[in-house]
């Protein structure tokens, strides 16, 4: 096992400082070893060390100009830090070089729903949920930009596949019965679905709302 493998069993252990240790020597072996660079940022990444870390991740960079890997965590990076424009270009940077990580597709379709550009951002979460089918959050997340497009058949289909992994998504629920309520006009069904949302969300405001007007349209009030 070389450093870098066993630094990374010492992350999966919790044990920060013995990986930061063990990435710090192999850097000191390997002052080339843009690998070692990206695993020292994981570390300080985990630690809440992030300017630090960012440090790291760009100095891989500069050994090597396709390591995803620092592309992807720099992107997450200024994700947070609520620097979208950066963090979209580091992202995109990072699938440009190869990485084909259904994460790296869903921050930058997120980063790009924070950029006001929903419709933009379908492929990169469409692209997400095809990498890995069991992301509710990835499936949810392209769910709402079909809403958005108004493409309500496949909105329905997408709702029920987050639904199927995680039966009490409140959220799913609730926006399963707007598109009943709007587009398929079940009024049952939709109210069907703002109750179920509510059992799972006792305070899901929009839910308590839609659940109230379905029941006003059934009574014919």
């Known amino acids: 096992m070389n450093k870098n493998e066993l ?36 570390v300080l990444t985990a630690v809440g ?57 869903f921050m930058l379709g997120m980063t790009l729903q924070q950029l006001d550009q929903p419709k933009l951002s379908m492929p990169y979460l469409q692209r997400s949920v095809e990498l890995n089918p069991e992301d509710v959050d990835a499936r949810f997340q392209y769910a709402l930009c079909l809403a958005n497009e108004e493409m309500y058949e496949e909105l329905i289909n997408e709702l029920n596949e987050v639904l199927a992994r995680d039966p009490e998504h409140a959220d799913a629920l609730y926006n399963l019965g707007v598109a009943y309520a709007g587009y398929k006009e079940d009024a049952e069904k939709a109210l069907e679905c703002f109750t179920k949302a509510l059992e799972a969300q006792a305070d899901h405001i929009l839910a ?7 029941e006003q349209a059934l009574s014919g009030e």
């Open 208 to 214: 308590a709302n839609g659940k109230k007007i379905m």
């Open 49 to 105: 060390e992030r300017e630090k870390a960012v440090n790291f991740y760009k100095k891989a960079i500069t050994i090597d100009e396709n390591a995803g890997a620092a592309f992807y965590a720099l992107g997450n990076l200024y994700y947070e830090s609520e620097q979208y424009i950066d963090a979209k270009d580091l992202l995109a940077k990072a699938i440009q070089t190869g990485l084909e990580n259904s994460d790296c597709y």
């Open 7 to 42: 630094g990374i069993t010492y992350m999966k252990e919790g044990k920060w400082e013995e990986a930061a240790k063990t990435f710090s020597e192999a850097i000191e072996e390997n002052p080339n070893d843009a690998v070692a660079y990206i695993n020292f940022g994981n």
